[in-house]
């Protein structure tokens, strides 16, 4: 890495009198790619290339700049594009597109000033994440509203009593049940700020499909 230097060849300094040094040209800027073009021009057309500081074709270094600044734009978005073909760069409008595609337009939903960071851990954890059981819910739940809800099953004798049996019905904290399945109820007590939809948007997607899920929220 060369001293950068002035006019008396005296090391240049910064403030806290630190040598400065030259870090060469950026990749992928307008001066990089005008220099790249500059430099596989056929010799003899124009003076030698002896870098930009003493160029001896001011002219010709300002067209192939102009040509290397639509060069640099096009580079700096095929990095950008790069980036939204992996889930661990993609972000902003491009994390809620990859969120749709996996998850169906209602399956993941971002909350209310969500950060990119937060939104990816929780689409990553919900690749692996169990479905369909009642222990699939309950986590699904637990992780978005920071504390596991109360599940009750008509047909769960442990949710809801049976006669005649100690901590049946008329019980504190016990429901009637029903033998029709296919339903279940969701008592859920937030620690955290929870979005109803968003709520609604991670038991639909981990409940068994035909399953009706009523639920109830603690403000």
Not at 131 to 146: D, F, I, P
Not at 210 to 217: E, F, N, Q, S, T
Request: charge should be positive.
């Amino acid at each position: 890495m060369a001293i950068l230097r002035d006019r008396d060849i005296a090391s240049l300094q910064a403030t806290d009198r630190k040598t400065l040094y030259d870090t060469g040209i950026a990749p992928g800027s307008a001066r990089d790619f005008a220099r790249r073009l500059r430099l596989i021009l056929p010799a003899g057309w124009f003076p030698a290339y002896r870098g930009d500081e003493v160029e001896d074709a001011p002219i010709l270094q300002a067209l192939l700049t102009g040509f290397g600044a639509v060069l640099a734009s096009i580079w700096s978005l095929m990095c950008f594009v790069r980036r939204q073909t992996r889930m661990g760069t993609t972000d902003d409008a491009f994390l809620e597109m990859a969120a749709a595609d996996f998850f169906g337009p209602s399956g993941m939903v971002r909350l209310n000033l969500e950060k990119d960071t937060h939104f990816r851990r929780r689409m990553v954890s919900s690749f692996v994440a169990p479905l369909n059981t009642r222990a699939a819910v309950s986590e699904a739940v637990r992780r978005l509203s920071g504390a596991a809800p109360r599940i009750i099953e008509p047909g769960n004798v442990h949710d809801c009593g049976a006669w005649c049996q100690v901590g049946g019905y008329g019980a504190s904290r016990t429901r009637y049940g029903a033998r029709q399945g296919g339903q279940f109820f969701l008592e859920v007590y937030p620690k955290l700020p929870v979005e109803q939809r968003a709520l609604h948007a991670a038991i639909k997607a981990t409940k068994a499909s035909g399953v009706i899920a009523w639920i109830r929220m603690q403000a």
